[in-house]
């Protein structure tokens, strides 16, 4: 499975930004998606994840409750929508993808798209 990352930017602090994840390749219905952020000098981190079948979703400390992760079977695409966003939200934003049912963990998931960056300013 391929995946590429899109809709990063640069927004101000309070707004909202949708990231986009296309999953190309053949897809199993035991796919989970997630999203991972890595800001400068720090490690990276799970945002959330979403199961291919059945939708069901996990999200991580870092999405705050403020981030909602779903997902296009159709389209084949998974998204995250961020809202009030924040300056520490500022990262490098990756989806990836893993068939184990780990999902929270990096080290589980063996595709990743390059990543989309994302900057807030205060």
């Known amino acids: 499975v391929q995946l590429q990352a899109s809709g990063g930017g640069l927004v101000q602090a309070g707004t909202s930004l949708r990231l986009s994840c296309a999953v190309s390749?053949?897809?199993?219905?035991?796919?989970?998606i997630g999203w991972f952020r890595q800001a400068p000098g720090k490690e990276r981190e799970f945002v959330a994840a979403v199961t291919w079948s059945g939708g069901r979703t996990s999200y991580g400390d870092s999405a705050g409750g403020r981030f909602a992760i779903s997902k296009d079977n159709a389209k084949n695409t998974v998204s995250l929508q961020m809202d009030s966003l924040e300056p520490e939200d500022t990262a490098v934003y990756y989806c990836a993808a893993t068939q184990s049912g780990v999902f929270t963990m990096q080290g589980y998931y063996r595709e990743w798209g390059k990543g989309t960056q994302v900057t807030v300013s205060s």
């Open positions: 390749g053949r897809i199993y219905n035991n796919y989970k």
